[in-house]
T-cell receptor, first 118, second 113 residues
Framework: DTEVTQTPKHLVMGMTNKKSLKCEQHMGHRAMYWYKQKAKKPPELMFVYSYEKLSINESVPSRFSPECPNSSLLNLHLHALQPEDSALYLC?????????????????FGDGTRLSIL | GENVEQHPSTLSVQEGDSAVIKCTYSDSASNYFPWYKQELGKRPQLIIDIRSNVGEKKDQRIAVTLNKTAKHFSLHITETQPEDSAVYFCAASKPGGSYIPTFGRGTSLIVHP
């Protein structure tokens, strides 16, 4: 069973559409991440939330807007995307926030949303 | 920042052979090294990890070794099976500030029956 749940699994949208990706975890993890992944490439970090606050934005274009409504949920709002934004979008979580508390812990990934921009 | 190099990019072996994937890192402060396996169309899954206070860790057919002096770590898979076919990513991270792993570029392992 996947401990990090992402919806939808697949999404096709036009460049003028607005859509949202959702991620949920119930492991009590305090750090949550959005990654973008192209085929056979490593995940590319987009955003990090630590204790529900945005702590890292890797210079992501404003057409991607993250939101963390509570400690279990993470959203990624999409608007006016470009064809090159087509990719697998992965959500991940890890036990501690990014404040350096405790030992580094592994990330748990969701199955991702495969996004296609027409 | 941290830089992780991973080799080879592609590895083809016969079923039953061993496979070795190597990674080097640049930041001597890095102390946590996970390995992820990603099957086609699926999520990255942690298969083994090692911390800098040990030199080797084993879990059934999978082992990881770490050489802190040389700043490299390796994944060893023995008695490979077709279901081991996947892309494998190494990563490195350091304590304090933020825990953000730096990933290697990945190794596509193909195990031929």
């Amino acid at each position: 069973d996947t401990e990090v749940t992402q919806t939808p699994k697949h999404l096709v949208m036009g460049m003028t559409n607005k859509k949202s990706l959702k991620c949920e975890q119930h492991m009590g993890h305090r750090a949550m991440y959005w990654y973008k992944q192209k085929a056979k490439k490593p995940p590319e970090l987009m955003f990090v939330y630590s204790y529900e606050k945005l702590s890292i934005n890797e210079s992501v274009p404003s057409r991607f807007s993250p939101e963390c409504p509570n400690s279990s949920l993470l959203n990624l709002h999409l608007h006016a995307l470009q064809p090159e934004d087509s990719a697998l979008y992965l959500c991940a979580s890890s036990q501690f926030g990014v404040s350096g508390q405790g030992l580094n812990q592994p990330q748990h990934f969701g199955d991702g949303t495969r996004l296609s921009i027409l | 920042g941290e830089n992780v190099e991973q080799h080879p990019s592609t590895l083809s072996v016969q079923e039953g052979d061993s496979a070795v994937i190597k990674c080097t890192y640049s930041d001597s402060a890095s102390n946590y090294f996970p390995w992820y396996k990603q099957e086609l169309g699926k999520r990255p899954q942690l298969i083994i990890d090692i911390r800098s206070n040990v030199g080797e860790k084993k879990d059934q057919r999978i082992a990881v070794t770490l050489n802190k002096t040389a700043k490299h770590f390796s994944l060893h898979i023995t008695e490979t099976q077709p279901e081991d076919s996947a892309v494998y990513f190494c990563a490195a991270s350091k304590p304090g500030g933020s825990y953000i792993p730096t990933f290697g570029r990945g190794t596509s392992l193909i195990v031929h029956p």
